[in-house]
């Protein structure tokens, strides 16, 4: 299975400002994805970043606010933009391992807005 | 569209007892794959089992398995001897493998399993 890592795992962060969060696996993959999770809540699928392409978003997320990053085919990066503490949860990132449709999470940013 | 169900917001389970997690789920596509998921409280989430739904067998992986019955769609997760560890939100989630929009892994809203010593 893919090992992947994620950076910060934590941060607490003031309203109206931005936070990058890196992803990075230890294998080359197509598709990335990027989840959140609300407090109390499961996992909403924000956008799907593939390598050399647009990321695809979800019904409710738009670029502005979640702008991502596939430079290569292993890392990516999500952009938590002009934060409100609406935006306080779980990102966690996620890959596909494409031999046989099993998929992978990292350990997840736990970020809270005040 | 794709849909799951978890009907279970809480189950409790006696140390080293066996304990079943409900998941039902709807979709539209022929072939498809289903997962379950451990999320302990640090918030990570753990990739325990996947079963295709052309899969001949139940999927195992250990103390987990899966009870695959297509005709009544459902996924159920077993886990055998629980342990103190298995104490966490456990998720059903699923993907059609046509593409589209059913591509994307579709999650329930998640059982608390507390294991009890």
């Known amino acids: 299975s893919a090992v992947i890592s994620q950076k910060p795992s934590r941060d607490i962060c003031q309203r109206g400002t931005s936070l990058t969060i890196q992803c990075q696996v230890d294998?080359?993959?197509?598709?990335m994805f990027w989840y959140r999770q609300q407090p109390g809540q499961s996992l909403t699928l924000i956008a799907t970043?593939?390598?050399?392409?647009?990321?695809?978003?979800e019904s409710g997320f738009v670029i502005d606010k979640f702008p991502i990053s596939r430079p290569n085919l292993t890392f990516s990066t999500l952009t938590v933009s002009n934060m409100s503490p609406e935006d306080s949860s779980i990102y966690l990132c996620?890959?596909?391992?494409?031999?046989?449709?099993?998929?992978?999470f990292g350990p997840g940013t736990r970020l809270t807005v005040t | 569209a794709q849909k799951i169900t978890q009907t279970q917001p809480g189950m409790f389970v006696q140390e080293k007892e066996a304990v079943t997690l409900d998941c039902t789920y709807d979709?539209?596509?022929?072939?498809?794959?289903l997962f379950w998921y451990k999320q302990p409280s640090s918030g990570e989430m753990i990739f325990l089992i996947y079963?295709?739904?052309?899969?001949?067998q139940n999927a195992t992986e250990g103390r987990y398995s899966l009870n695959f019955q297509k005709a009544r769609k459902s996924a159920n997760l077993v886990i055998s001897a629980s342990q103190l560890g298995d104490s966490a939100m456990y998720f059903c989630?699923?993907?059609?493998?046509?593409?589209?929009?059913?591509?994307?892994?579709?999650f329930g809203k998640g059982t608390l399993l507390t294991v009890n010593p």
């Open positions: 996620s890959v596909e391992n494409g031999n046989d449709y099993e998929q992978y």
């Open positions: 294998s080359q993959v197509t598709m």
């Open positions: 970043a593939n390598q050399g392409s647009e990321a695809t978003y």
């Open positions: 979709t539209s596509d022929p072939s498809y794959g």
């Open positions: 079963q295709g739904s052309y899969d001949q």
């Open positions: 989630a699923m993907r059609g493998h046509s593409g589209g929009s059913n591509y994307k892994l579709t």
